[in-house]
């Protein structure tokens, strides 16, 4: 049993320059850990603030006033006991007083010193009962940028490749080969424009959304032929940010919730969507409902605005069938433990989870543990860029250990 004697939080920047914190917890026999908080563009409207009123510098102020010292001396193993204390130290329902970002990296940086002084590698400490660890998740990768993390893109806000193998180099290698293909696509396309990458490390070109789906279809096709390994599209449509007074508003024309309904439907069955995340408005239970009802056996529905890993959120879409996966993302609700009843929840549901960075990530890795650990059906970490390929590495290194 060893306690907490070093603990720190400094401010640092994440993938996209924004402000964000990091934690540095240490026992006295030099286990250490370190985790940032990641953060989000188009965030749920029943996420966790990341911030108290006054952002970083007051976060780091209360940080030294009131947790530090609630936190030091504290047993290391108790998890459930560290957490709890963020929450106790908060007093608010949503971690609006402390932030949910400062929770975020103290609940993963106590844990990662936990597992180094349990001597067991990060998955395995984080393993859900019943699990041994072996499963593997499909890669979930960002190809082309839309909606908020890519200006003068399409209204579609991710444009997956999914892609699985028993391997996890295989699955890698398949996710890699789909974004190379759609650059060559793209740059195809535009032989006059300078394309670059958005957010998620995905391509960003003045395309519609149904265009940029065919030329990620296009290029999944190319190379399954080429390959045969097993890459199919998927979509995060992130759809709350395109949705206003009761329509779904597309470059030239908008829908309603039937039409999208039954846009999506024939998408789905056009193209082989394996994957499609948040089709509809946060608050749209029904729309998700029927459609789970029309293609939850052939795709994954995912839900991710619609549940911010709340199990409270969760508890109504498992009551309305509202779809047949959950995104999870630590940071949606502050601390591992809540995020561990989000999954455990899901999985005695039946549901699949998918563990998820955010748009603005930092350059660690801890998330594919996660996904192993918690024995997710996707990791969903985006392709290409340093703290994008760090996940993928992590996986690499769990599937592969030295
Ligand atoms: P965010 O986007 O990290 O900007 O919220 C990711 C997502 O919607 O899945
Ligand atoms: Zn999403």
Redesign the pocket.
């Known amino acids: 049993m060893s306690r907490v004697v070093e603990l720190s939080l400094r401010a640092i920047v994440d993938s996209r320059g924004s402000p964000t914190v990091e934690a540095e917890v240490a026992d006295g026999e030099g286990h250490r850990g370190r985790a940032g908080a ?7 409207a029943h996420e966790v603030p990341a911030w108290p009123k006054g952002g970083v510098p007051v976060a780091l102020e209360q940080f030294q006033k009131e947790l530090r010292p609630v936190l030091l001396g504290r047993e290391l193993e108790d998890a459930r006991g560290w957490d709890a204390a963020l929450h106790a130290v908060d007093g608010t329902e949503e971690f609006s007083r402390i932030g949910g970002g400062v929770a975020t990296a103290l609940s993963l940086a106590a844990a990662i010193a936990r597992a180094e002084a349990l001597g067991v590698p990060l998955w395995k400490s984080w393993l859900r009962p019943g699990l041994d660890g072996s499963g593997r998740p499909m890669i979930v990768g960002n190809c082309l940028n839309g909606g ?2 890519a200006i003068g893109g399409p209204e579609f ?2 444009f997956h490749a999914i892609s699985s193998s028993p391997k996890t180099a295989d699955a890698v290698r398949g996710a890699i080969a789909v974004h190379r293909a759609v650059g060559e696509a793209l740059h195809a396309k535009f032989p006059e424009l300078a394309l670059g990458r958005g ?2 490390g995905g391509w960003v070109a003045p395309v519609g959304s149904l265009e940029g789906l065919e030329i990620l279809a296009r290029a999944c096709e190319e190379v399954r032929d080429a390959t045969h390994l097993a890459v199919h599209p998927g979509l ?1 449509l ?1 759809a709350s940010e395109f949705f206003n007074d009761g329509r779904y508003r597309y470059r030239d024309h908008s829908l309603d919730a039937e039409g999208q309904h039954a846009f999506l439907v024939r998408l789905v069955e056009r193209f082989g969507l394996r994957y499609v ?2 089709p509809f408005d946060e608050e749209a239970f029904d729309s998700f409902a029927q459609f789970t009802h029309a293609v939850g056996d052939r795709t994954l529905v995912v839900g ?2 619609i549940y911010t890993t709340s199990v409270a959120r969760l508890e109504r879409g498992i009551a309305e069938r509202a779809s047949n996966s959950v ?1 999870i ?1 630590v940071n949606q609700v502050g601390t591992l433990t809540d995020t561990f009843a989000t999954v455990d929840r899901a999985r005695a549901a039946g549901w699949s989870t998918v563990a ?5 990530d930092l350059p660690e890795g801890w998330l594919a543990h996660f996904a192993v650990g918690a024995g997710s059906r996707g990791l ?1 970490c985006g392709i290409l860029g340093g703290e994008r390929v760090a996940k993928l590495n992590e996986l690499l290194r769990v599937a592969a250990p030295a």
């Open positions: 990641p953060g989000g563009a188009s965030t749920g908020r993390h806000q991710e957010d998620e995060d992130a995340e948040d991710d605005d995104l993302k998820s960075h955010r748009s603005g969903k």
